[in-house]
């Protein structure tokens, strides 16, 4: 692993280089002064768009590049570096490998070119409580007239107001908790009977919470197996948990980049604060979980890409010590910096609120350590 | 390499190991402790290999060895692995193989390394280390044993601790100071020497755990010959930094020495049970070991992606020695600390039939690992090296 290949490596220059000049963090920064939730410039996603970033993971026979998970990790960690604000992980990840498993040939025909073009934005619409839970899942979807009619409210959906689509997790069978009875449906977002409500979040990213008043969708629109969409589901998230696990790692790396800079060039008591042994053991300490970090992520990625037998282990794995390290990493970040941490002028809160959101993104390390404890059977 | 490599070692093995040592554990303590039939098929099997040069097999054929690739050399062990047994020389040969053996391959003589890496590789002749001092442990370059030259010879004075194996060793690789007026690390050289002088005392050291492959080592007046100091006069540091190099990449990669480690979550199944739905009895301690085999997970997956980037040839692998060795301590520690507690009462026993092997086993070894953060460079010290060497933060400006 990590022995990239040249495509791999060039595409890595590539991203870093291209959000670096164009999507640095202070476009990031201006985007939320602008404080109209717009969630991403048009103008970002148009050129990621154009990259063919939104096809890495869809094979060429519907347009895309096919070039892998791990590609689309290298990407995703770049991009969080900076902070850059898009629709590419729900849409082209998420969205598109819940086609990609779950659809049929004419819904991949019909949906995976729209991704890529990006004419369709994907959104993923799972949790409904507070935490993320999919086995706990009560939005109900009735088989009615030629199709389901679906009732219930998804919460803090990320993408939520820009999408034009959702992967709906809904209950077809069974009671809240059960592993059976769970489907996945793809509703267009302007059906009838759709409300949405825009959240306004502290990582100033677009959420919103989704409401579906009996809404009516063809039987075209169930996406795999009726009443078996958990283990689908599963499959799904465990590519959004490798995926965001790279971007924690991206903005996690950002912020220890950062940090070692103001250790190497602050001066207090007459030196330079890095050679104090309080601070330079703790930074030691960062780098290693850094690097251990990189092993689960590129690992996870990689179990995917060859359809290992533990990829989902190797996800809860990934996405749990992603989680671990931004955690320590934003809070070191502000008390290594010290006062100037605390002023919003500095980045480090920018940062630090958008680790939080991660955090609780497709579950938190909470769930993940329990997860990974089941899969290894305690 | 090919799969015929592989067959031919696996046929090998399967007509040389002898019977009496299929999954018998040479242990930390040495052979002293085993059987003397067993004892007697150590000794065959050590010849054995020894003739193939396999004790030290990426070593050239004319020190000793086969001449062979690491990756081969990795199918040896991986093969004796698989036949239940193990390789005994790089363990009776002390320090031999793994750390004296390969510095003295860089920094050694032609005449040196004819004279002495034959016997490292045989296992015929054990070494061992004469580095840290009562006063100098992870100030090493403190060290105050010196070594005087008188005639053909080096004389030396001056106490040695933390001498592993010692008392069973045929020659030691000391640290000695040869220039007291030099600033500390310049004053310092690499002298080679054999143990069996009347000149020279070893004392077991008894450890928290009992029994320990440790020694004081005394010094009176003891001898080494001229041609036997390893590298220039006064450049003993570069040489003992080139030396705990190997010791780190041998602390870090080295490969199991027995079959039977447990799985952890194994352990708590039998000894704690599952409640109702299926997860450990005691939530607090699932959650606890959940987070210690993610440790373990990520500290392996680190050194597959560190080998795979150095096969790359874009990493210097001794840059992450430090932090592969402090996750090994952790992880060790704390897998030790947590199997003492999925025990319970049972895993306070100190001896008696009331506990099983594997208890009482357990307990030792979970006092020996404390050991770890403190040898080879201590946990604060590795610390140092990664904020110093990979961060490049500027040297401490406290004292020492």
Redesign the interface.
């Known amino acids: 692993?990590?022995?990239f290949t040249e495509e791999q490596a060039l595409i890595r220059e590539q991203a870093s280089a291209w959000a670096l000049k164009e999507s640095p963090v202070s476009q990031f920064r201006a985007l939320r002064d602008a404080g109209d939730n717009a969630g991403f410039e048009q103008a970002t996603w148009g050129a990621m768009i154009e990259m063919g970033w939104t096809g890495i993971l869809v094979p060429e026979e519907y347009g895309g590049s096919d070039l892998g998970m791990l590609t689309f990790g290298l990407v995703l960690e770049q991009l969080g570096r900076q902070l850059t604000a898009s629709p590419l992980l729900p849409s082209a990840l998420a969205g598109a490998s819940a086609m990609l498993l779950g659809g049929s040939a004419e819904q991949k025909s019909a949906m995976l070119p729209k991704i890529i073009d990006g004419s369709a934005i994907l959104a993923l619409a799972v949790d409904e409580g507070t935490h993320h839970r999919p086995e706990n899942t009560t939005l109900e979807a009735r088989a009615s007239k030629g199709g389901f009619t679906l009732t219930g409210s998804k919460a803090s959906v990320a993408e939520g107001s820009a999408a034009t689509h959702f992967v709906v997790a809904a209950r077809t069978a069974g009671t809240p908790g059960e592993n059976d009875g769970i489907s996945l449906f793809l509703l267009p977002a302007d059906s009838v009977g759709v409300s949405r409500t825009p959240l306004n979040v502290l990582d100033s990213r677009d959420y919103a919470n989704i409401q579906l008043d009996d809404v009516n969708v063809d039987a075209d629109a169930l996406l795999g197996r009726l009443d078996g969409g958990l283990p689908l589901l599963q499959q799904v998230l465990d590519r959004a948990r490798a995926g965001i696990a790279a971007e924690m790692l991206g903005t996690a790396s950002q912020a220890f980049d950062m940090t070692?800079d103001y250790?190497?060039t602050r001066e207090q008591f007459g030196?330079?604060i890095?050679?104090?042994?309080g601070l330079?053991?703790r930074?030691?300490?960062l780098?290693?979980a850094m690097?251990?970090?990189?092993?689960?992520v590129?690992?996870a990625l990689q179990a995917i890409d060859t359809d290992a037998d533990n990829s989902a282990e190797l996800a809860s794995?990934a996405k749990?010590?992603a989680g671990q390290f931004l955690y320590d990493m934003t809070n070191e970040l502000i008390q290594m910096h010290g006062g100037i941490g605390m002023t919003d002028e500095f980045d480090a809160g920018l940062y630090l609120k958008r680790a939080r959101a991660l955090e609780a993104s497709y579950g938190n390390r909470?769930y993940h350590?329990?997860r990974?404890?089941?899969l290894?059977?305690? | 390499m090919s799969d015929g490599f592989a067959t031919s070692v696996k046929a090998w093995v399967a007509d040389n190991l002898p019977e009496a040592l299929k999954g018998v554990d040479i242990g930390m303590y040495g052979p002293s402790s085993l059987e003397p039939e067993i004892l007697e098929a150590f000794e065959l099997w050590r010849r054995r290999l020894a003739e193939q040069g396999w004790g030290a097999p990426t070593w050239p054929e004319e020190y000793g060895g086969a001449g062979l690739a690491g990756a081969e050399a990795k199918i040896i062990a991986r093969e004796i692995h698989a036949a239940g047994s193990m390789n005994p020389i790089p363990f009776l040969a002390g320090m031999g193989v793994t750390m004296v053996g390969p510095t003295l391959m860089e920094y050694g003589t032609e005449e040196q390394k004819t004279r002495h890496l034959p016997g490292m590789a045989s296992g015929a002749v054990r070494w061992c280390l004469g580095l840290s001092e009562p006063n100098a442990g992870s100030d090493l370059a403190s060290l105050a044993t010196r070594a005087v030259q008188e005639g053909d010879h080096w004389i030396l004075n001056g106490q040695k601790t933390w001498t592993s194996g010692a008392d069973k060793s045929q020659w030691c690789g000391a640290l000695v100071r040869t220039d007291p007026d030099a600033a500390k690390r310049n004053g310092i050289s690499f002298l080679m020497l054999p143990m069996d002088q009347t000149s020279i005392e070893t004392r077991p050291i008894r450890l928290i755990a009992g029994e320990s492959p440790f020694c004081e080592t005394f010094f009176n007046s003891a001898q080494a010959g001229a041609d036997d100091m390893l590298g220039e006069l006064n450049d003993g540091w570069s040489v003992i930094k080139r030396l705990l190099q190997h010791e780190r990449a041998s602390q870090t990669s080295a490969p199991p020495t027995s079959n039977k480690v447990e799985p952890l979550q194994e352990l708590a199944r039998n000894y704690i049970g599952l409640g109702p739905d299926g997860t450990l009895a005691d939530s607090d301690l699932r959650s606890r070991l959940a987070d210690h085999l993610m440790d373990a997970a990520a500290h392996t997956l680190t050194i597959g992606r560190i080998m795979a980037e150095a096969k790359g040839g874009n990493v210097e692998v001794s840059a992450t020695a430090s932090i592969l060795k402090n996750s090994a301590t952790d992880v060790a520690q704390d897998r030790s600390e947590l199997l003492l507690e999925i025990m319970g009462n049972q895993g306070l026993g100190w001896e008696g039939a009331e506990f099983s092997g594997g208890e009482l086993h357990s307990v030792r070894e979970w006092l020996g690992t404390k050991a770890m953060s403190i040898y080879g460079g201590s946990y604060e010290v590795q610390k140092n090296i990664i904020a110093k060497n990979i961060l490049g933060l500027p040297e401490t400006t406290q004292k020492g």
Do not use: I, P
């Open positions: 692993m990590a022995a070692l250790l190497k030196s330079v890095g050679s104090f042994q330079g053991h930074a030691a300490g780098f290693s690097e251990q970090t990189r092993s689960c590129e690992a794995l749990c010590r909470s350590r329990d990974y404890a089941r290894l059977g305690f």
